[in-house]
Structures are given as C-alpha cells and as structure tokens.
C-alpha cells in the first residue's frame, strides 16, 4: 500500500473510532466524491449505523431527528460546495434547540481554495455562530502527530457539542485525491480512552432559595417547557406531589403522557384556553414561579406572564445563557432539572389556589369532551386523530397550527405517547425528515400531523422511505395555504391578505403518494378521516390528506375558548 492510501486510511479510521468512543455512532450520508473516504470508513465500521440521504438538506433535518429522539450525537456527512451549504437550515435549529449535531464537511485541500477549482467554495466556519465550534482539520499526512492532533480535537468539539448548552460542532476535512482507501487495513489503537464530564449538582445557596422560595409562596406554580427524551417523568411527578403547586404542562414537556394517578389532577393542560379568560387570569395570579425547559409555545401563558410579573421567577437551566424571552427572571438555577426534582422530602399542602387550577382545568376537559362544540373544523380532526392514537406511538408535528392544536387538545392520559417539534426556531421546513429520523431511531409507529406548506417544504424528506425502512402515517392537513395567519392581524386587513399570507396553492398530495408507492386515502369529513386512520396500515409510509376551509377553523376556535371563558367565570373551590 502506498503513502498517500495508508495515511488516508489511518486517519479516517481514526476519525471514526472517536466519534464511536464518544457516543456519535449512527452517520447520514449524502453521496459525494470529496467525501469517499469517510463514507467508506463509516459503512466498513461494524459500530457506525449509517443512514444514506441523496438530499442534504432533508438528510440534516433526518439526523436532527435521531439526535432529538434519542438525546445522543449523530453524524452528518457530505461532500464540498453548495452541499454543505444545505445543513444550514437544519444546523440552525439545531443550535437553537440545543442538539447534539456533529456536522462534517469534506473539503478540496488547501492549495485548491479560492483558485478557481470545481466545488470548492470557503467552507471554513461557514456556519457562522450558529454552531459552538468550527475547526478545519489537516490534510491527511503519514505522520503520527497528525493522527494525534486531529483525534484530540475531534474529542474536544465531541465534547463541545455535548457541554450544556448542547449544540452543533463543524468539522471541516479537506481530503487529496486519490480518495480510495484500503478496506483491509485495522484501525490502530487510539491514544484518548475515555472522557469524564462534570456532574452537576445544586449547590447549598440553590437548595436554601428554593427551599425559601417555596415556603413563602402562597400561589406557586411549575411551568414545565419542553424536556428532553431521557427525561425521568417518575422523578419530576414526585417533586410536583410533594410540593402540590399546579404543573403547567406545555406539549412538548411530554408530562402530559404516562401521568401517576395520585398525580393526575396536578397536570394543568388547559392552561392555554383558561388564561384567554381575563376574569379567570386575573384570579390566578402567581407569586412564585419555577420553570424548568423553555417558555412553552402557549401565546396567552405568554401575555399572562407579562402582565402579571411574579415576584419570584425561577429559571432552572443547565446553561450560563438562561432562555427568557420575557425577561422576567429573578434567580436562575444553573443545575439539571433532575437535581432540583430529588431536593427535599418535606410534604407540602394543597391551597385554595392549586384547587381552583384543577376545577378550572377539569371544566375546560369537559367542555373538549362534548361534541356539540365540533363541526367538522380542524380542531375536531385534531381532536379525533388524538382520541384514536395507540399506546407507545410517537408524534411529531410542525409548527404553525398543528402543534398549537395538540397544545390544544392533546389531554392528559396514562398511554405511552411521545410529542416532537421544531420548535428551537419554530420555522416548518424539514418536518418530514425530522419525523422519519424519530421514527427510525426510537422504533415505534410515528404519526406525523402537518400543514400543506409544510409538507410542500420538504417533500424531499420522504427519499429516505426509499432507502430504508419505515413505519410513519403522515395527517396533512390541507387548508390550501397558510392557517396561522388566520389568527393574526394581518387577517384584518383584507387587501393583499391571500396574496401575501394566505399564499393558495391549490395542489393535492395525491401523486406525491403514488410517486413514493405509499398507502393513500383523501378525506373532507372527519368520520372519513377517522375510517382512514383506524383501518389497517398495508403499507410502512401512509398519507392521509383532509381537506379543511381556514374560515370555517378560526370561528370553532373561538367559540370554544368563549364557552370555557364562559363556563369558568365566578367558580368556587
């Protein structure tokens, strides 16, 4: 074997035996030529599971959603040039939404940069600060200080990534042609074995403010934002028992799902529609407030917290940069959420104001429950395609309306069910990728509920079911254009509304199904809807399009946020 092919392979091999000793062991790949030889030496590795996305841009979002399914690193790989420019989108979610995203692009060698070479543009940091660290690697050398340097700081940006606030890293590997290497060469034994992170632990000024904090309260409340997936539900019930303060659950928490029973009624989920209630609001107001994960998605838990500023707002957050949008934070607690969970063991009482939470949030279920408040209106799709999940299934939604429906009507239940979104930029593009990566890491039937745009932005997302197994029912939800915009301002103004906001495109997904051999079924009643979704599933992708008026939608919202506004004014306890 010659120089260049023994130095080329050690190195990738190395490269892959670190990435696998750190926990980054599943890779997307994207063809390409300047990145053969790391794609060679992932799919020679019997440890690196390796996914292949022909589109770069879906292929990032796909690995985003094996990193947000999983809570582990994953790899992504491409070639030179404008592919690398297409894990923007999804890098930036990622380093807003704090995931783990390990990105390598291969790159022409130094002396081919800004020469005039083919596909080679400057890839050095090109993602800006939207990823923790950018490092452009050395040519591959037949020289053992190489190998050593380029395996140190390849653990570093591993262990970056993984530091809270986790987030994206950028590796930068220039390559010289000839890009083959020597199947039969074993990697070499590694120099660093093994990293050690910090534990992290409250420290006794953190356990004696919140230890104050709450026994002076007298109208407490936990807002639960979004948490990981290894979150420890059993642990976190325990805490809220003990305390009985109300539990303000956004969807996205996933503490509305597998809830204790002697815990149950301490699951606020109606949050959203009771704080619409100015009458209701105004009678909850809280002196103290401990949050744990971002501010959630409900836009009038948002004004309520504005307009009434608790005098005591705690942020618990394991990064130096606490998330407050609101700038209402008075202590932050930078700890893990599971240190604060296993705090104390004193047992605190219920008060008047946690009673009042609970009626007015089981008034709010009930008035759900009742048909008579449903015509056939997104939301009663919504609510039906909810009613019919089975236990251990996963949902993944766009932003936009869907995941304003589930925070809507997705209640709290004793089934195993598991909620994703896009939410560290809330944008709607890549959702069926991110979607088809959940599936495919956590192994469980996935329903993906979208909008027509959304499912328009990534169309390219649904390759991957070509390419591999999966099992996915897709619920879009066809409104012909753009239903958010419904709710807001902009509506009022009739001039230029559809051309600018409603945005039509009078298209049907029916030949995207056929193109991708998927079982299909187009419904405009949600009777027929539900007949879709219960019959059986004959094929691993399904597509279920209903058809909607965003008119007929906004009106049913608000008719039924009147009746609970309605029906919870003046409650006693």
């Excluded at 051999?517 to 094929?539: I, P």
Aim: charge should be negative; charged fraction near 25%.
């Amino acid at each position: 074997m010659n120089n260049h092919k023994a130095a080329l392979t050690n190195y990738v091999l190395r490269l892959t035996d670190t990435l696998i000793r750190q926990g980054a062991n599943r890779a997307v790949i994207s063809p390409g030529s300047r990145s053969t030889p790391l794609a060679y030496a992932f799919s020679k590795s019997k440890d690196m599971e390796t996914y292949i996305h022909t589109d770069e841009r879906s292929a990032a979002f796909y690995a985003l959603g094996l990193v947000k399914a999983t809570g582990q690193p994953a790899v992504l790989l491409c070639t030179s040039g404008t592919a690398a420019s297409n894990y923007h989108p999804a890098i930036t979610e990622a380093y807003y939404a704090r995931l783990p995203l390990i990105v390598i692009t291969a790159d022409r060698p130094h002396e081919l940069r800004e020469v005039g070479a083919p596909q080679a543009i400057d890839q050095i940091r090109m993602y800006g600060e939207h990823v923790k660290d950018s490092v452009d690697f050395p040519v591959p050398e037949d020289r053992p200080e190489i190998l050593d340097y380029m395996e140190q700081r390849a653990v570093r940006l591993l262990s970056t990534a993984m530091t809270a606030p986790q987030g994206p890293v950028h590796f930068n590997v220039p390559f010289r042609e000839p890009l083959l290497i020597d199947f039969d060469e074993q990697q070499l034994s590694s120099r660093f074995q093994q990293q050690l992170p910090a534990e992290v632990q409250l420290s006794q000024p953190m356990k004696d403010l919140l230890m104050q904090s709450v026994k002076e309260s007298k109208r407490g409340i936990i807002i639960a934002g979004e948490q990981p997936p290894t979150l420890h539900k059993d642990q976190f019930w325990q805490f809220a028992k003990r305390l009985q303060w109300p539990v303000l659950c956004d969807p996205l928490s996933n503490l509305r799902a597998e809830i204790p029973a002697d815990c149950a009624d301490l699951c606020i989920d109606q949050y959203d529609a009771l704080l619409k209630s100015e009458e209701f609001s105004g009678r909850v107001q809280p002196d103290c407030v401990i949050r744990f994960g971002p501010q959630p998605i409900s836009k009038s838990l948002t004004l309520f917290l504005k307009k009434t500023r608790p005098e005591t707002y705690i942020v618990v957050d394991e990064s130096p940069n606490y998330r407050d949008p609101l700038a209402l934070t008075t202590h932050h607690l930078q700890t893990s959420a599971v240190s604060v969970w296993n705090l104390w063991n004193l047992q605190f009482e219920m008060s008047e104001f946690t009673a009042l939470w609970m009626k007015a949030n089981k008034i709010s279920s009930d008035i759900l429950g009742e048909d008579e408040h449903f015509k056939g209106d997104e939301g009663h799709v919504v609510r039906q395609f909810i009613a019919n999940l089975p236990n251990k299934s996963d949902v993944v939604c766009s932003s936009s309306m869907p995941i304003r429906d589930l925070d809507t009507f997705f209640q709290k239940t004793e089934k195993d069910i598991a909620l994703f979104c896009n939410r560290g930029t809330n944008g709607i593009d890549g959702v069926v990728s991110t979607a088809l990566g959940v599936q495919q890491a956590r192994k469980r039937h996935t329903y993906l509920l979208i909008g027509d745009l959304a499912f328009l932005h990534d169309m390219n997302g649904l390759i991957i079911s070509r390419l591999q197994q999966t099992d996915i029912t897709i619920v879009i939800i066809n409104n012909n254009g753009g239903g958010i915009f419904s709710y807001l301002p902009q509506a009022s103004v009739e001039d230029h509304y559809e051309e600018l906001f409603g945005t039509p495109t009078n298209l049907t997904f029916n030949h995207i199904a056929a193109m991708y051999e998927a079982q299909y079924d187009a419904v405009s009643t949600v009777e027929a809807f539900e007949d879709a979704l219960t019959k059986e599933k004959r094929a691993d992708l399904r597509i279920i399009e209903v058809f909607t008026r965003r008119e007929d939608n906004v009106e049913a919202h608000r008719a039924i946020w009147r009746e609970i506004a309605k029906r919870v004014e003046g409650i006693e306890v």
